[in-house]
Structure formats: C-alpha cells, structure tokens
C-alpha cells in the first residue's frame, strides 16, 4: 500500500529566506509520480510541482524544486526567497503506479506541513 | 478561464439526510475525481469519473455513490449522512493523457453535518 509521510506539522521561515519541506514515501510500484501542493486558508488546492519516478533530473519551477531522492524514497519540497504569500498549508502526494488511460491514478496525500513565513 | 468550479461552497445538513454535491471541470478537462478531507487531515480519494462511468473507487462505504455527465460536470451524493462525514469535499479534474502536471483542483465544498 502507498503512504506518503510529512513529519513536520510546522513550519517557520523569514522571509526571503529558502525552506525545506521533508516528504518521504513508500511505494512497490516502480512507475509513480509525486505532487506538491499548497493549500491557503481558502481550501483549493493549488498545483506547484511534479516529478516523475523516471525522471533524471529534479523538477523545478520558479522558486520552487524538488529534491528527488529515489533511493532514500524522499521528495523535499524547497521553497527559495520565501514570501509571506507562501504561507499555507503543504502537501505531498503521490500517483499510484504506472500511467493509466482513461482514468484511475488516484492521488494518496501526506497530513501536510502548515508554512508560516515570518517578517 | 475558470477552473474547476463546485457548489454549494457551504452546507448545512442534519445527521441521517442526503446531499448532493456539484463539480464542474475546468475546460478541456474530462476527467474527475472527489476527495474528501476532514479538518487537519490530508485529502482522502472517494473516486474517479470518466466517460460518465466510475473508474477507480476509494476506501469509502456505499453511502457515497457519483456520477459524471455528457458535459464532463459530476456530482458526489452522499446517503443517510453521519456526524463524520463534516470534511471540505474537493474535486479536480484533468484531461485525458496529460499526466506530467497536477489535477486541477476547486475550492471545495464545505459540509457540515450535525
């Protein structure tokens, strides 16, 4: 079965300085994929970064990166130059196996990490 | 453009009654999923449509039953409602064969049952 574990329930940064969020996961599968996503006090969940089991290289996207760490099953989400915008409440998350057409690939979410970013 | 868009935002209902829930995709997208996610907890999966048929189905009893129509909107009813079923109910959807970035969620149907 799939787990997802975040270990820290929270978290406090500066701002502009960088944070790191620690994921780590279980799974047997070797096709899989993991998410990142904040969640404001609003509830949606908003979309911030992906990596693919496969992939070689960590994924990055504006002043966020993933650090992709196969063999020790760990996906830590690193936020640079943080903001006070980025407070929020963070998620991990998994996609179960390999890539399935026409639907399946549920998505198994950690408890989440609450960012405060400080003055 | 919009995104995924559910109603109602809040509701109130009384232990033992039924409610429906509604979801639209955000466009382009056909395929949709329900979560549910009890306060301070992460998102647990309820299922999953496509092609108006249930795909992939959750931990979660027969009390919770969906459905998706021609236009790709969706609706999760939950029957014979208990105490603990007070979560936010988000959906999200994607498009078919687009897999490398995430599902696009709404803001959430917040229930509460008392």
């Known amino acids: 079965a799939q787990k997802i574990t975040q270990t820290q329930p929270g978290m406090f940064v500066q701002e502009k300085e960088a944070v790191t969020l620690d994921c780590t996961y279980d799974?047997?599968?070797?096709?899989?994929?993991l998410f990142w996503y904040k969640q404001p006090s609003s509830g949606e969940m908003i979309f911030l970064i992906y990596?693919?089991?496969?992939?070689?290289q960590n994924a990055t996207e504006g002043r966020y990166s993933l650090n992709f760490q196969k063999a020790r099953k760990s996906a830590n989400l690193v936020i640079s130059a943080s903001q006070l915008g980025d407070s929020a409440m963070y998620f991990c998350?998994?996609?179960?196996?390999?890539?399935?057409?026409?639907?399946?690939?549920?998505?198994?979410f950690g408890t989440g990490t609450q960012l405060k970013v400080e003055l | 453009d919009a995104g995924v868009t559910q109603s109602p935002t809040h509701l109130i209902k009384t232990r033992g009654q039924q409610v429906t829930l509604r979801c639209s995709p955000k466009?382009?997208?056909?395929?949709v999923s329900w979560y549910q996610q009890a306060l301070g907890q992460g998102p647990q999966f309820i299922f999953q449509?496509?092609?108006?048929?249930?795909?992939q189905r959750g931990n979660f009893p027969d009390r919770f039953s969906g459905h998706q129509f021609p236009n790709y909107s969706s609706e999760l009813n939950v029957n014979a409602l208990l105490l603990g079923d007070s979560a936010l109910y988000l959906c999200?959807?994607?498009?078919?064969?687009?897999?490398?970035?995430?599902?696009?969620f709404g803001s959430g149907t917040r229930l509460t049952v008392v």
């Open positions: 990596q693919g089991s496969y992939d070689e």
């Open positions: 999200a959807s994607r498009p078919l064969g687009q897999y490398n970035y995430g599902y696009t």
């Open positions: 466009s382009g997208h056909d395929t």
């Open positions: 998350a998994m996609r179960e196996g390999r890539l399935l057409t026409g639907g399946g690939n549920k998505l198994t």
């Open positions: 799974t047997s599968d070797q096709s899989y994929g």
């Open positions: 449509y496509y092609e108006e048929e249930e795909r």
